[in-house]
């Protein structure tokens, strides 16, 4: 079964409207960290906001904001204002703690969503 | 300026070849590792490593290998075995830790001839 599930494959926004995309995820694991990333046609992963599980509020950077619903599982992306140079895939990601407390902490990614940006 | 270096951004390799695929970190990171992106789809995990002189094998690590001699180098050999190696590389680099984002590089681009 996929830990990271993104379900919409593309979407189309409006510049200066907010928008949502996606993300539910998988884990039995009590603590976890919840990640977007915003790939740019150059290539490059840029970090964009982190939610770790237990955190009591939903994180905001700037124009990003997380909606995350615990009992859902779901971490969705809040854009607002929606500028042209937000046109990228978005990639949600998410890092489950080891359970013997050594071992890696590498990120587990969804397919992401690609975003465009209409004038 | 602290960040990840990729060499090269275009890389071509002929049948039955390996080739090496640079990744250079001065931001003083304990973990490295290397994911691949095919089109259409999320990152996979090939190799990471937490320290120096140790690494794991990830999700698809066959027909790749890794080294880590040096803190602030962690380069990835396509050998000839990987029969599919047409994808974009990235490399990344994070703080040990649980909530830690990664870092990632430019990438490369790996096309068969």
């Known amino acids: 079964a996929q830990k990271i599930t993104q379900t919409q494959p593309g979407m189309f926004v409006q510049e200066k409207e907010a928008v949502t995309l996606d993300c539910t995820y998988d884990?039995?694991?009590?603590?976890?960290?919840l990640f977007w990333y915003k790939q740019p046609s150059s290539g490059e992963m840029i970090f964009l906001i982190y939610?770790?599980?237990?955190?009591?509020q939903n994180a905001t950077e700037g124009r990003y904001s997380l909606n995350f619903q615990k009992a859902r599982k779901s971490a969705n992306l809040v854009i607002s204002a929606s500028q042209l140079g937000d046109s990228a895939m978005y990639f949600c990601a998410m890092r489950e703690l080891p359970h013997s407390g050594a071992g890696s902490y590498q990120l587990t990614f969804g397919k992401g969503t690609k975003l465009s940006v209409i004038p | 300026d602290g960040g990840i270096t990729q060499s090269p951004k275009y890389l071509f390799r002929k049948e039955g070849q390996n080739v090496t695929l640079s990744c250079e970190q001065n931001l003083n990171h304990d973990a490295m590792y290397w994911y691949r992106q095919d089109p259409g789809q999320g990152l996979r995990l090939i190799y990471y490593s937490q320290i120096v002189n140790d690494f794991q094998k990830g999700d698809i690590a066959e027909g790749y290998s890794v080294s880590r001699e040096k803190k602030e180098s962690f380069p990835l050999t396509v050998t000839s075995a990987q029969k599919n190696p047409t994808a974009f590389y990235l490399c990344?680099?994070?703080?040990?830790?649980?909530?830690?984002?990664?870092?990632f590089g430019s990438g490369t681009q790996l096309s068969v001839l």
């Open positions: 990344a680099s994070s703080i040990q830790g649980s909530n830690e984002k990664l870092f």
């Open positions: 884990t039995s694991d009590p603590s976890y960290g």
């Open positions: 939610q770790g599980s237990y955190d009591q």
